[in-house]
């Protein structure tokens, strides 16, 4: 009996197997067209530094996600498909074009006069494995004539699991030529706080997870103000990410917070949905 169970949950486990297996490079295969085919697309999410008042709050950029608009299940957010595209090393084009696509767009922005000072894009840590990786970002910068200023690298804490020699070594040339590093969902990774005085970090993102109960939650409370005051203490800015709620951006403010982004101020939107929200500022959403 117990033999037979065992094999009866080897199946089952076989079977679950095989469909992940299946479901990996159904989404590889379909990803790798979809790159191809123009089916990626950026939204945009303003980033906002804040003021002593809400009245003086105001834009000073935007972070590019990525979508992928699928002929048949729609709009496909990141969090069903960068996996796969880390795994399968697609993300290594994708973030190639994700990161020309998002300097054009700020360019174009900027042409157009509205105020967007920072274009910041999220980079996976595998991208760092590639040899061409100084190629990449600087040929985006010339490519648009984007001032490498402009340009924000989003990094996560994963980061260190990579060659870390390597790993920071290119992040000083991209310092040295004046690009702008953040720590994405900082405070949910490693808790080693030494690469934080060795990297060339200027800005820390504090998780949502934390900014979304510091009303209700002491503890969190504690560490979104143990965050924003250790980032001043080292000269980084704080962003606060995942802002809904405007007692929660009143929080922030109060805790002295530098920057938030959330759905309080917009959801991520199109480039013309965006383009829209930024040129009726104080009006519509988009
Ligand atoms: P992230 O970089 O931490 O981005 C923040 C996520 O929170 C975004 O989800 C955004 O839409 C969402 N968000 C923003 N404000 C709020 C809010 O007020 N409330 C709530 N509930 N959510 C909010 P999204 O767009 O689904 O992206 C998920 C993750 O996928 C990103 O997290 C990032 O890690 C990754 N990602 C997105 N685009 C790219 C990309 O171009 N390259 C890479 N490597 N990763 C990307
Ligand atoms: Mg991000
Ligand atoms: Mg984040
Ligand atoms: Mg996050």
Wanted: hydrophobic fraction near 45%; glycine fraction near 8%; aromatic fraction near 6%.
């Amino acid at each position: 009996q117990a033999k037979k169970s065992g094999r009866n949950t080897r199946r089952l486990f076989d079977q679950q197997m095989n469909q992940e297996v299946v479901r990996y490079v159904e989404t590889r295969d379909a990803l790798k067209l979809a790159l191809a085919h123009g089916e990626l697309e950026l939204h945009y999410q303003p980033q906002i530094a804040l003021g002593a008042r809400r009245k003086d709050d105001r834009l000073i950029g935007a972070e590019a996600l990525l979508r992928w608009n699928h002929p048949e299940r729609g709009l496909v957010m990141p969090d069903d498909f960068i996996g796969v595209a880390e795994e399968s090393g697609l993300i290594v084009p994708i973030g190639a074009w994700v990161l020309r696509q998002a300097c054009r767009q700020a360019v174009a922005w900027q042409a157009a006069g509205l105020p967007v000072d920072i274009i910041a894009v999220n980079f996976s840590a595998v991208q760092f494995r590639q040899g061409k990786i100084d190629a990449v970002v600087f040929d985006a910068l010339e490519e648009s004539g984007l001032a490498p200023e402009c340009l924000d690298l989003e990094i996560t804490e994963s980061i260190l699991l990579e060659d870390l020699q390597r790993v920071l070594a290119a992040l000083q040339r991209f310092e040295a030529r004046g690009i702008q590093l953040s720590i994405d969902d900082f405070g949910t990774g490693f808790s080693s706080l030494s690469y934080l005085r060795q990297f060339p970090v200027h800005r820390l993102k504090i998780d949502r997870s934390f900014v979304r109960d510091i009303l209700k939650d002491p503890g969190d409370r504690a560490l979104v103000q143990t965050i924003i005051q250790m980032a001043r203490n080292l000269n980084l800015r704080s962003i606060a990410e995942g802002v809904e709620d405007p007692l929660v951006l009143e929080q922030l403010r109060a805790l002295g917070c530098n920057e938030a982004q959330g759905y309080l101020f917009s959801r991520p939107a199109p480039p013309e949905a965006f383009t829209r929200w930024l040129a009726g500022l104080g009006g519509g959403k988009p």
